[in-house]
């Protein structure tokens, strides 16, 4: 139970901005990424090394359910197969920004 509420308190304080001010950043999102991810997806063009048995985040992007709102939020909440770090809402906002910027 607690667990569910904290989801839900996560993914209202993602969606709850809609001011521009407050708007994702991709170009800082794409900073974050090449710092915190590509040791293990292929976060850009030209990116020579990642993991094999995870997605790039072009596939990310491309996915047909693809939602930057959603991302951020799993982004925030911890899970085993990836490192937790220590994303605010802002950077998780701005990663998902970067990932959408990809889609085709």
Sequence with gaps: ???HLRRICLLLAVTSSSSPA?????GHGADLAKRWCASCHVVANGQTQASAD???????????????????FFLLDPHPKMPNFPLS????????????????
């Design 22 to 26: 407050l708007a994702a950043d991709a």
């Design 89 to 104: 809402r802002t950077e998780a906002g701005d990663i998902a920004a970067y990932i959408g910027s990809l889609r085709p």
């Design 1 to 3: 139970m607690y667990l």
């Design 54 to 72: 995870v997605p790039s985040f072009a596939a990310v992007a491309r996915r047909p359910d693809f939602n930057p709102e959603k991302l951020a």
